[in-house]
Structure formats: structure tokens, C-alpha cells
């Protein structure tokens, strides 16, 4: 990206209008290159910053869960059934926000679970946008048969409900961590080769990539350093607003009882337990891992929210 | 543009086609619905004979060449658990889901376009912020948990509202509210993002030059041409909510073709399952035809297009 006439120009955001512009003060520039107004815009976002702590947050305890969790998920502490939060009467000490109908702790459930949940977002946009990358590029590469069969199929997928395809294919594999990762990549690489063929199609035409067909460079050398360099900020805000929506799919899957199996902490398993006892007045093991599955996502969200306005200044008004 | 509608309809038979195709497959590779219907001590001699009588004992490929004749005069086949044909059992359920989609489609609409134009009108003020910072909520909460809490707040701690089943509007309220909210949530955004983009546009700074109020540039040039784009992802919004609403019917107990199709998972109930996946597929691109049509008939620049 050192040749700074192939990156698009990143605008500086629109602000309120009392926003002055940035002084001396920030980096010790008075004005802002370019390549610094994102770390900027990201700086003077307080909700952007705010939310990032707060992922980064849910990532640590994620990943640590072994050592954050109070106790083990999947353990039932017989004696400890359906107690309540830690401030209630009953509330008992290692089950800080109350345990579920068998004795099993909310609280390990949650952080075990947004494991599961930032697993699944990863692995299955990633591999979503492997397929989607390779099969976009081909699309807008190749042109001809190969393209029109590709976009049929994007067609196909596109015009379907993703929650419907993603139920009758766990219905067909049957429940499993792996088997669930590899469904919701099925349902999400559509969107991506088709924005990927966009990008392509826009920018194939263009001199610099001419030149470079001129200058003898093979198409794979063209794809990878031309297409593929240029179609990395459209990718990175699709992929931003794909992976919260498929941690939400993941948990609607696990809650109806065709994702993860039974015994692997999932947030949506442990909300759909919750929601059996829910009626006694028993609320909180269905309330608290919603609400932190709501947090995880929303933090996302807004991420996502900010890279697609920073990213794309045309988008820009219509944050 | 009769051209250009033909090749909708040709695509989209070509994707129930297809629809059909993946379903049939992947249900019948999937697992034997034998064992499930049968007594554990039924001889192999029954177990045949009911292979027989449901026609599994054919190669798939000839069960699928069977299954597209019949499909074709509206027979998908009759349930293996509940004797019935499956098409009318999703049928008879299927009023319940729209009701339940079309009544959450509209509480959505009729709050997320006031709400939408007057956070554009007042941006970056406490109002708009408010907007802002609920529809972030909206998007983010999963829907069944909102029912959930839905559930809690109103059915069990107040107990102002029924928590399951249908009859009544009392019934109706929760189950809709609930599956309103991520729609809600995201017309907001759609509606707030496309008056603040319009209002950039030439024709509203001339229509504001020629003297014109400020309520009926907001109301007739900017909504107007808000709403156009809007209508698409509107339309399309509810058939997806057609499939979406299969964890608010499990939550709120509603007796829907969503509940009716969970149902069908635990038995492995293929034709109801099929059938169930058809009516979707079908429903869904009906209405995206449906809201092509419209688009073009409403923006007369497509509509006067050669």
C-alpha cells in the first residue's frame, strides 16, 4: 500500500458542528495525514473506544476462560440447584450469578460460552470469506461461464432466508460445534463473492492493472496484488457487520436445539435452559447470558458501525 | 422491463427448483425415520412392509423424480406421524405465522418511520442519540431473548399479558412486540441513514430555495424519495421474518408453521419438514418478485426506462 494514488483517500469523518479541527496537540501534528485520521477518529469516539475495552474485555475472558471461570460449566453441584445471584438470601459464594436447574453456574456457562460464540463468529466469517474471496475473484477474473455459474449460485443462496437453509442443514448433519462452523460458512459466502465481483469488476478495467497485463505479470499475480489489495476495505466492513450476525444465528441454533450439542456451554443453550425455569420466577439463567451475549454483539456492532464509517466516506451520511 | 421481469420469474423458478432439490437430498441422506416410527418390537418383516408403503425402498433418485410429479399437482406427500397430507398440515398453520408476522411488520413500520425521520431532522441531538443508542440495542439483542424478557417482565412479574398460545389480541401483543424489535431497530437506521442522504441532494436545496416549508421538503420531497429504496428492503424483510419467526412461535408456544416444523425435526417428519421449506422458499421469492414489481412501478425513472 506505499503507492498512495491506489488507496482511496480517506476523508476526514463528518462531526458535529461544533467539532473544530484537530490542533497541534494530537501526535504533535497540526494537521492529519491520512493514514493517521483513522487512529484519530478512533481516539476522539469515546463510544468506539469504549466498546473496544469492552471486546477486548469479553476476548480475554474468552480465551482465559480456564482461569476466569469461577468453576467448571459443565459441573452440577447438586446442592447448589436453581440458587440465585450472590446478593440474594440464598445466593451461596463460587455461584456469583446463581446456578441453572442443575446445579451448574451461570456465570462459567457465560464466559465459556462467549467462547463458543467468538469461535463460531471467527471461524465460520473466515471461512465464509475464503470461499466467497476465491470464488468472487474467479467471478470477476474469469468472466464468462465460469461467472455467470458462480453468481447463479449467489443468486440461489441470496433468495433463500439464511435461518431457513441453516435449520434444514443442522437438520441434515445433526448437532455439532465443527458441522454448525461449517453451515454458517455455507449460508454467509455469497455476500462476500458477490461484493468481492464488484470490486473487481470496478477497478479491472483501470490502467494500472492494464499496465500490468502490458508488463507481462501472470493473473495470479493481477489478482492477488491488484484485485485483491483493492477489495480489502469492502471485505473488512462486510466481514465487521457478518460476524455479529452470525453469533446471534449461532445462539438462535444452540436455543432451538439443532447447534451446539448438549454438553458444550453454549450462550444459547444455557438461555433456552434458563427459559424452562423461567416461569417458577427463576429468571436469572435466562436473563444474564442474554444480556451478555446483547453486550458482545452490541460492542461489535458498534465497531462495526465506526470501520464502515471511516472506511467508506461515502457511506458516511448514512451512518 | 418486461424483460427484465421475465428473467426474475425464470430465476426464480430456477431457485425453488433448486430449493427442492438440496431439501430432498440433504433430508433423505440425513437419517432413516424408520426406527423412529416404528415400535421397538416390530419384526423386520413390518419394518419392510412400512419402508415399503412410504416408498423409501426406491433409490433416492427415483423417490425425487416421484416427489417432483406429485409436487407439481400440490401433493408433497403425506406425514409420517400425523397420517395427514403435509402441505395442508402447514397450510392450516400458516394464517397463525402470518398473523403474527403481519401485525409485527407493521408495529415495526408505523414506529420506525416517525421515529427515523425525526432523528434526521434533529441529528446529533439528544433525540437522535436516544434513536441511535436503542436501535444499537435493537440489533444487537438475539430475539428470543427478548421474548424471554418480554415473558419475565410482563407474564410473570406484572402478569398484564398471556405468555403463550393464540385467541386473543392480549395473545397477540407479546409474541409481536417481540419479533418487532431487530425490524424496528433496523428501519430506524434505514429510514434515519436515507433522509440524511437525500437531504444533501440538489432538489432539496432548490425545493428550500423556491420557498417551500420546511415540513413539506422534510414530508413530501425527502420521505418520498426516502421510501422508495426502502420499500425493497422492507418487503424482503418479511419474508425472511416468515422464517425468522420460528423462535418467537417455540417461545410463545404459537401454534405457527415454525412450531409446526420443530415439531417435525424431533420425529424427522420429512414431508412436513419439506413441505415446510417450500412454502418458505416459496413465499419468500413471491414476495421479492412482488417487491420488484413494485420498486420499478414506483421510481418512474426505471418505469419509463426502454
Given at each position: 500500500?506505499?503507492?498512495?494514488?491506489?488507496?482511496?483517500?480517506i476523508?476526514?469523518?463528518?462531526?458535529?458542528?461544533?467539532?473544530?479541527?484537530?490542533?497541534?496537540?494530537?501526535?504533535?501534528?497540526t494537521?492529519?495525514?491520512?493514514?493517521?485520521?483513522?487512529?484519530?477518529?478512533?481516539?476522539t469516539?469515546?463510544?468506539?473506544?469504549?466498546?473496544?475495552?469492552?471486546f477486548?474485555?469479553f476476548?480475554?475472558?474468552?480465551?482465559?476462560?480456564?482461569?476466569?471461570?469461577?468453576?467448571?460449566?459443565?459441573?452440577?453441584?447438586?446442592?447448589?440447584?436453581l440458587?440465585?445471584p450472590?446478593w440474594?438470601?440464598r445466593?451461596?459464594s463460587?455461584?456469583y450469578?446463581?446456578?441453572?436447574?442443575l446445579?451448574?453456574?451461570?456465570?462459567?456457562?457465560?464466559?465459556?460460552?462467549?467462547?463458543?460464540?467468538?469461535?463460531?463468529?471467527?471461524?465460520?466469517?473466515?471461512?465464509?470469506?475464503?470461499i466467497?474471496?476465491?470464488?468472487?475473484l474467479?467471478?470477476g477474473?474469469?468472466?464468462?461461464?465460469?461467472?455467470?455459474?458462480?453468481?447463479?449460485?449467489?443468486d440461489?443462496?441470496?433468495?433463500?432466508?439464511?435461518?431457513?437453509?441453516?435449520m434444514?442443514?443442522?437438520?441434515?448433519?445433526?448437532?455439532g460445534?465443527?458441522?454448525?462452523?461449517?453451515?454458517?460458512?455455507?449460508?454467509?459466502?455469497?455476500?462476500?463473492?458477490r461484493t468481492?465481483?464488484?470490486?473487481?469488476?470496478?477497478?479491472?478495467?483501470?490502467?494500472?492493472v492494464?499496465a500490468?497485463?502490458?508488463?507481462g505479470?501472470?493473473?495470479?499475480?493481477?489478482?492477488?496484488k491488484?484485485?485483491?489489495?483493492n477489495?480489502i476495505?469492502?471485505?473488512?466492513?462486510l466481514?465487521?457487520?457478518?460476524?455479529?450476525?452470525?453469533?446471534?444465528?449461532?445462539?438462535?441454533?444452540?436455543?432451538?436445539?439443532?447447534?451446539?450439542?448438549?454438553?458444550?456451554?453454549?450462550?444459547?443453550?444455557?438461555i433456552?435452559?434458563?427459559y424452562?425455569?423461567?416461569?417458577?420466577?427463576?429468571?436469572?439463567?435466562?436473563?444474564?447470558?442474554?444480556?451478555a451475549?446483547?453486550?458482545?454483539?452490541?460492542?461489535?456492532?458498534?465497531?462495526?458501525d465506526?470501520?464502515?464509517?471511516?472506511?467508506?466516506?461515502?457511506s458516511?451520511?448514512r451512518a | 422491463?418486461?424483460?427484465?421481469?421475465?428473467?426474475?420469474?425464470?430465476?426464480?423458478?430456477?431457485?425453488?427448483?433448486?430449493?427442492?432439490?438440496?431439501?430432498?437430498?440433504?433430508?433423505?441422506?440425513?437419517?432413516?425415520?424408520?426406527?423412529?416410527?416404528?415400535?421397538?418390537?416390530?419384526?423386520?418383516?413390518?419394518?419392510?412392509?412400512?419402508?415399503r408403503?412410504?416408498?423409501?425402498?426406491?433409490?433416492?433418485?427415483?423417490?425425487?423424480?416421484?416427489?417432483?410429479k406429485?409436487?407439481?399437482?400440490g401433493?408433497?406427500?403425506?406425514?409420517y406421524?400425523?397420517?395427514q397430507?403435509?402441505?395442508?398440515?402447514?397450510?392450516?398453520?400458516?394464517?397463525?405465522?402470518?398473523?403474527?408476522?403481519?401485525?409485527?411488520?407493521?408495529?415495526?413500520?408505523?414506529l420506525?418511520?416517525?421515529?427515523?425521520?425525526?432523528?434526521?431532522?434533529?441529528?446529533g441531538?439528544?433525540?437522535?442519540?436516544?434513536?441511535?443508542?436503542?436501535?444499537?440495542?435493537?440489533?444487537?439483542?438475539?430475539?428470543?431473548?427478548?421474548?424471554?424478557?418480554?415473558?419475565?417482565?410482563?407474564?410473570?412479574?406484572?402478569?398484564?399479558?398471556?405468555?403463550?398460545?393464540?385467541?386473543?389480541?392480549?395473545?397477540?401483543?407479546?409474541?409481536?412486540?417481540?419479533?418487532a424489535?431487530?425490524?424496528?431497530?433496523?428501519?430506524?437506521?434505514?429510514?434515519?441513514?436515507?433522509m440524511?442522504?437525500?437531504?444533501?441532494?440538489?432538489?432539496?436545496r432548490?425545493?428550500?430555495?423556491?420557498?417551500?416549508?420546511?415540513?413539506?421538503v422534510?414530508?413530501?420531497?425527502?420521505?418520498?424519495?426516502?421510501?422508495?429504496?426502502?420499500?425493497?428492503?422492507?418487503?424482503m424483510?418479511?419474508?425472511?421474518?416468515?422464517?425468522?419467526?420460528?423462535?418467537?412461535?417455540?417461545?410463545?408456544a404459537?401454534?405457527?408453521?415454525?412450531?409446526?416444523?420443530?415439531?417435525?425435526?424431533?420425529?424427522?417428519?420429512?414431508?412436513?419438514?419439506i413441505?415446510?421449506?417450500?412454502v418458505?422458499?416459496?413465499?419468500?421469492?413471491?414476495?421479492?418478485?412482488?417487491?420488484?414489481?413494485?420498486?420499478?412501478?414506483?421510481?418512474?425513472r426505471?418505469?419509463?426506462?426502454?
Open positions: 500500500m506505499k503507492n498512495s494514488i491506489d488507496t482511496p483517500a476523508h476526514p469523518p463528518a462531526m458535529p458542528s461544533d467539532y473544530s479541527p484537530p490542533t497541534a496537540k494530537f501526535l504533535g501534528y494537521y492529519i495525514p491520512a493514514e493517521r485520521q483513522l487512529l484519530h477518529s478512533f481516539l469516539n469515546k463510544l468506539v473506544l469504549g466498546a473496544t475495552l469492552l477486548l474485555f476476548v480475554l475472558c474468552a480465551v482465559f476462560a480456564y482461569w476466569v471461570a469461577p468453576v467448571d460449566p459443565t459441573e452440577q453441584t447438586l446442592r447448589a440447584r440458587r440465585p450472590i440474594y438470601d445466593g451461596i463460587p455461584f450469578l446463581g446456578t441453572d436447574r446445579g451448574r453456574d451461570v456465570l462459567s456457562n457465560i464466559i465459556y460460552g462467549m467462547r463458543i460464540s467468538l469461535m463460531v463468529g471467527v471461524l465460520s466469517v473466515g471461512l465464509s470469506l475464503i466467497g474471496l476465491t470464488l468472487g474467479t467471478a477474473y474469469a468472466r464468462g461461464f465460469w461467472e455467470n455459474f458462480i453468481m447463479r449460485a449467489v440461489v443462496q441470496l433468495s433463500l432466508p439464511l435461518i431457513m437453509v441453516a434444514c442443514f443442522m437438520v441434515m448433519f445433526g448437532q460445534l465443527g458441522k454448525m462452523i461449517i453451515v454458517i460458512a455455507i449460508t454467509g459466502w455469497a455476500e462476500y463473492a468481492v465481483r464488484g470490486t473487481v469488476l470496478s477497478i479491472r478495467e483501470k490502467e494500472y492494464e500490468a497485463h502490458a508488463l505479470f501472470g493473473p495470479g499475480t493481477i489478482m492477488v491488484y484485485l485483491l489489495i477489495s476495505t469492502p471485505i473488512l466492513v466481514t465487521a457487520v457478518q460476524v455479529p450476525r452470525v453469533i446471534i444465528l449461532e445462539a438462535t441454533l444452540s436455543f432451538l436445539g439443532v447447534g451446539v450439542p448438549v454438553s458444550t456451554p453454549s450462550i444459547g443453550m444455557a433456552a435452559r434458563g424452562e425455569v423461567l416461569f417458577s420466577g427463576r429468571w436469572w439463567a435466562s436473563i444474564f447470558p442474554g444480556i451475549l446483547m453486550m458482545l454483539v452490541g460492542c461489535i456492532n458498534v465497531l462495526a465506526w470501520l464502515r464509517d471511516a472506511l467508506e466516506p461515502r458516511r451520511e | 422491463m418486461t424483460v427484465y421481469l421475465l428473467r426474475r420469474l425464470y430465476q426464480a423458478l430456477i431457485v425453488f427448483f433448486v430449493v427442492t432439490l438440496i431439501v430432498f437430498v440433504v433430508l433423505h441422506v440425513s437419517g432413516d425415520p424408520i426406527e423412529l416410527l416404528m415400535p421397538p418390537d416390530a419384526t423386520p418383516t413390518d419394518v419392510e412392509e412400512m419402508r408403503t412410504l416408498g423409501l425402498d426406491k433409490p433416492v433418485v427415483v423417490q425425487y423424480g416421484l416427489f417432483l406429485n409436487a407439481v399437482r401433493n408433497l406427500g403425506v406425514s406421524h400425523h397420517g397430507p403435509a402441505l395442508k398440515l402447514v397450510l392450516e398453520r400458516l394464517p397463525a405465522s402470518l398473523e403474527l408476522v403481519v401485525t409485527s411488520i407493521l408495529i415495526s413500520l408505523v420506525a418511520v416517525p421515529l427515523g425521520i425525526l432523528a434526521s431532522t434533529r441529528r441531538r439528544l433525540t437522535d442519540r436516544a434513536c441511535l443508542l436503542g436501535s444499537l440495542i435493537g440489533i444487537s439483542a438475539p430475539p428470543f431473548w427478548i421474548g424471554i424478557a418480554f415473558i419475565l417482565i410482563f407474564a410473570v412479574e406484572l402478569q398484564w399479558l398471556p405468555s403463550s398460545g393464540r385467541g386473543t389480541w392480549a395473545h397477540l401483543v407479546l409474541p409481536a412486540t417481540s419479533l424489535l431487530y425490524r424496528l431497530a433496523l428501519f430506524l437506521r434505514l429510514i434515519r441513514a436515507g440524511l442522504d437525500v437531504m444533501t441532494q440538489d432538489f432539496i432548490t425545493a428550500r430555495a423556491k420557498g417551500v416549508s420546511e415540513k413539506l422534510i414530508y413530501k420531497h425527502a420521505l418520498k424519495n426516502t421510501l422508495i429504496p426502502f420499500v425493497t428492503i422492507a418487503g424483510q418479511m419474508g425472511s421474518l416468515l422464517a425468522g419467526a420460528i423462535v418467537t412461535e417455540r417461545v410463545f404459537w401454534p405457527g408453521m415454525g412450531r409446526l416444523f420443530l415439531d417435525s425435526i424431533g420425529v424427522m417428519d420429512f414431508p412436513v419438514i413441505a415446510w421449506a417450500l418458505i422458499a416459496t413465499i419468500f421469492l413471491s414476495i421479492n418478485l412482488a417487491v420488484d414489481i413494485i420498486y420499478v412501478w414506483l421510481d418512474p426505471i418505469r419509463h426506462e426502454k
